[in-house]
């Protein structure tokens, strides 16, 4: 016997529908479970401390535990890829950091591509940078500083946490704009006792690493790497207010394995969105430095792309190479 045409029309028509229906009753009921968010970097750090917190307010906000699970390595090559092999359906989270989008100019052989791999989820916000410099060294200001390495190419030491790291390309940008050439020095432990020492002279660190030097006297800041001033360091300078258009940020965000629904995705924004507005959590991350940008997840994937494009070009540059 035939098949009525109609009947199967409207069968088919349920079939296509089951999905979609599928993904927005799994939105409804999400999370059910506990969910992990992945660390690529070591415990008692800023990311860290960061992701905890952020952590801590999903699992309040959203009913469930969200635990942080740190995995570090390979510049949080070992975290990003856990990620990108999960599955999709929002029970494995990412913490994403400036790093990743340098991470794909250096390593040439990663197994994942961040950009393609990686679904942005939601902003938390940036962690600025000062460039700082030993009280010794022969400069006070950004132009001093560039006139300076100008005469003596290759003599000024910049320390940075490693090749590729935020602090290198930061330092590496400052030079492509600013047209003078410094020598990278990286380093595996803390960079401040070389530095507190005089054995190297400059350095782009995260403000919160800083400041206290700073404060202190211990280290002279020259300028932060933001578009604006900060309040923390309210009497010093922008680096763009004498390199036109140079700004160099950590920053943090949560992402999920390509593929995760976009109901589940934007739970997750909207309660991380939440959180950034709350006074209380916001005084929670300015207190660890963080300058709170929250964006919708479409936002957040254009600033990424935006990012990517960018470091692309200062490691090419740099000729920035994995140690």
């Known amino acids: 016997m035939e098949f009525p045409r109609r009947r199967f029309l409207h069968l088919a028509a349920g079939a296509a529908v089951l999905p979609a229906v599928s993904r927005v009753a799994m939105a409804d009921n999400y999370p059910s479970r506990p969910v992990r968010v992945i660390v690529g970097l070591p415990p008692a750090n800023s990311p860290d401390i960061i992701a905890r917190l952020i952590s ?41 950091v400036a790093g990743n989008t340098v991470n794909g100019s250096v390593f040439k052989n990663l197994n994942y591509d961040f950009s393609r791999d990686i679904a942005p989820v939601a902003s938390i916000g940036g962690i600025p940078l000062a460039m700082a410099v030993t009280p010794s060294f022969p400069a006070n200001t950004v132009p001093e500083f560039i006139a300076y390495a100008k005469a003596n190419p290759g003599k000024v030491d910049m320390a940075s946490s490693g090749n590729g790291s935020v602090l290198h390309v930061a330092g590496a940008l400052f030079q492509m704009m600013a047209g003078v050439d410094l020598t990278h020095i990286p380093y595996r432990n803390s960079l401040f006792p070389d530095l507190l020492a005089g054995q190297v002279q400059v350095t782009f660190s995260p403000v919160p690493a800083v400041i206290g030097y700073v404060q202190a006297g211990k280290l002279r800041a020259l300028a932060v790497t933001t578009a604006r001033r900060l ?62 940008n929250p964006m919708t997840a479409a936002e957040f994937a254009s600033y990424i792309a935006t990012e990517t494009e960018k470091w692309a070009k200062v490691v090419k540059f740099a000729d920035i190479k994995p140690e």
Not at 241 to 259: D, I, N, R
């Open 231 to 292: 309040d923390v360091l309210p009497d010093v300078p922008t680096v763009a207010e004498f390199v036109p258009g140079y700004e160099a940020t950590g920053w943090l965000g949560l992402g999920a394995p390509k593929g995760t629904s976009a109901g589940v995705i934007d739970t997750l924004n909207t309660a991380v969105a939440d959180g950034l507005a709350d006074r209380n959590f916001k005084a929670r991350l300015h207190d660890l430095g963080v300058v709170v």
């Open 56 to 96: 801590e307010w999903l699992s309040e906000r959203l009913g469930q535990p969200f635990v942080v699970e740190n995995r570090p390595g390979a510049a949080t090559g070992i975290a990003t890829e856990l990620v990108v092999r999960a599955a999709p359906d929002g029970y494995t989270l990412l913490l994403v």
